[in-house]
């Protein structure tokens, strides 16, 4: 596997998760990272990106404030925090390596997880 994230599970409304991220057999430090994720019958959704230098950070609206993403190049890994989670954060979380990020919202990866399913109850 070269992108694996961990870290999903249920929690109730309120409660926070940290996602992990770890890439194998692939290089990530070089190049931007983001998250997405997904509810069935619904397209993929942006949730967040990252610089190669873990400086600059962009968050789609419905999580701003509420997580953060990091990354730490010399373990190959990125995470996301979330926290104060809602019954609507519910989706299946994914990471890729972007090949292209216009600093906000519009990416593209070459490489993607399996993802990790977060279960928000309220």
């Known amino acids: 596997a070269l992108l694996v994230e961990s870290g999903g599970g249920w929690v109730q409304a309120g409660g926070s998760l940290r996602l992990t991220c770890a890439a194998s057999?692939?290089?990530?430090?070089?190049?931007?990272m983001g998250w997405f994720r997904q509810t069935p019958g619904k397209e993929r959704e942006f949730v967040a990106a990252?610089?190669?230098?873990?400086?600059?950070?962009y968050y789609a609206d419905s999580v701003k404030g509420r997580y953060i993403v990091s990354r730490d190049n010399a373990k190959n890994t990125v995470y996301l925090q979330l926290n104060n989670l809602r019954p609507e954060d519910t989706a299946n979380y994914y990471c890729?390596?972007?090949?292209?990020?216009?600093?906000?919202?519009?990416?593209?990866?070459?490489?993607w997880g399996q993802g990790t399913q977060v279960t928000v109850s309220s």
């Open positions: 990252v610089s190669v230098s873990g400086g600059i950070k």
């Open positions: 057999d692939l290089t990530i430090g070089s190049q931007a």
């Open positions: 890729a390596r972007l090949v292209f990020w216009d600093g906000k919202n519009r990416t593209r990866g070459d490489y």
